[in-house]
């Protein structure tokens, strides 16, 4: 009994930082000292001795997987952060023209050691190999800007998933573009993206206090998280072939008649399927908007209602593209997702991935797997050990089911 006794105060010692043991006599009244210290010691954040262990067990992420750009890097900060694993990456954005980190993705990493305290490595511009050391995850207010017209909504992507379950309430502000080329716009985010994410637990706001468009920036985008319990895990919803369509087009500091095409395209007889009337399009194109801050901008959105779901479909005008094309490709993108019975959008599909990772797995169906998604998967199987399956579903669609092995 003596010996055990004796044992264990070893233990609790060297848990406490003591090198030395303390002598027989003194053994009771320092025990409590030692319960103390230990604890602490176990609540304590990682040591640079700990996290230079880490390292040591790295995930290696190849960057040129899959799609090749900035996905692969967003989906490991946010899995490295939920999980606690490091993970050092090369060959980043090697599929893009310009490969390497830009200022986006160096917002991204800032904002990702900001949370957790990580210790980083390579976060330079044009830089190809980054190491990513991640802390506990801490919530609270936090301010990230981009610095240019970088879209707020993949800065998001980054950093949000680990706060959904994390241990108190988060303030997110993140400054940039809102509704810039091949990216999320703000009213997907709000309206279709988070939705879903409130199915798995949390409770999320959205405010949008200042437009950002591609060339100028100034956006400003407000997001708050209410951690919740990891609920079941999400599935499908039951399909609905009843669906309403309203539409929002900006169009500031334009040439005049740009947004009366687009509107023309919106109501004419080729895409009368939509059902689209001209009281429910809104125009936000008034040069006394209070919250555009500089610069010209396009983008025309269209919004399905469908059960209890809400689909925002998006395309970005720019210099020197025809506004007719603008307003079809929105057309004909909201008639494809009709046409296979509204289920998840393609491109909510790998939004969705990480976070349904984090909250142990689950399954849903998409319209389609673009190759966002099978890079998304890819990365969370390597950070996860999960099992990612793609099924074939009723018609085109597919079911994308996330397990543990």
């Known amino acids: 009994m003596f010996s055990m006794a004796w044992f264990l105060l070893f ?3 060297r848990l406490a930082g003591q090198e030395r043991l303390c002598r027989p006599q003194f053994a009771p009244k320092f025990a409590k000292k030692c319960w103390l210290r230990a604890l602490e010691a176990l609540l304590e954040e990682p040591s640079e001795k700990t996290r230079e262990n880490m390292d040591d067990e790295c995930i290696l992420i190849d960057g040129s997987l899959g799609e090749g750009g900035g996905q692969v890097l967003r989906a490991s900060l946010a899995l490295s952060m939920g999980l606690g694993r490091p993970f050092r990456m090369v060959n980043i954005r090697a599929n893009r023209p310009k490969p390497g980190l830009k200022r986006q993705h160096l917002t991204c990493i800032e904002a990702a050691r900001e949370l957790c305290d990580a210790r980083v490595e390579g976060d330079a511009i044009n830089a190809t190999e980054l190491t990513f050391i991640p802390g506990p995850v801490r919530p609270g207010e936090y301010t990230f800007r981009i610095g240019t017209g970088g879209s707020v909504t993949l800065v998001l992507q980054a950093v949000m998933p680990p706060l959904l379950w994390a241990k108190a309430p988060s303030r997110l502000i993140v400054t940039g573009g809102t509704h810039v080329p091949f990216a999320p716009p703000f009213e997907f985010m709000r309206d279709t993206l988070f939705p879903r ?3 798995l637990g949390p409770r999320l706001g959205a405010q949008m206090d200042a437009i950002g468009y591609m060339e100028t920036g100034g956006g400003s985008v407000t997001v708050t998280i209410t951690p919740g319990e990891a609920t079941v895990p999400m599935q499908e919803e039951a399909a609905s072939r009843d669906f309403r369509a309203e539409a929002i087009i900006y169009g500031h500091n334009l040439p005049e ?3 009366e095409r687009e509107i023309d395209v919106l109501l004419g007889e080729r895409y009368a399927a939509l059902g689209l009337k001209p009281e429910a399009i809104r125009r936000l194109d008034a040069p006394s908007d209070a919250r555009l801050v500089a610069g010209a901008g396009n983008m025309v959105l269209l919004s399905l209602r469908h059960g209890e779901a809400i689909t925002v479909f998006g395309e ?3 210099r020197g593209r025809n506004a007719e094309v603008v ?3 929105v057309c004909k993108r909201a008639l494809e997702f009709i046409g296979v019975g509204m289920p998840v959008e393609a491109h909510l599909a790998d939004q969705l991935l990480v976070p349904l990772a984090l909250a142990g797995g689950g399954s849903f169906v998409v319209e389609r797997v673009t190759r966002h998604a099978e890079t998304c998967l890819e990365v969370v199987k390597q950070f ?8 074939p ?3 085109k669609t597919r079911r994308i089911t996330l397990r543990q092995g």
């Open 11 to 13: 233990v609790l010692q």
């Open 197 to 199: 994410l409130e199915a």
């Open 257 to 259: 008649g740009v947004v």
């Open 316 to 318: 970005c005008g720019w």
């Open 327 to 329: 307003a079809r490709q």
């Open 384 to 391: 996860t050990g999960f099992k990612a399956e793609v099924t």
């Open 393 to 395: 579903d009723a018609g």
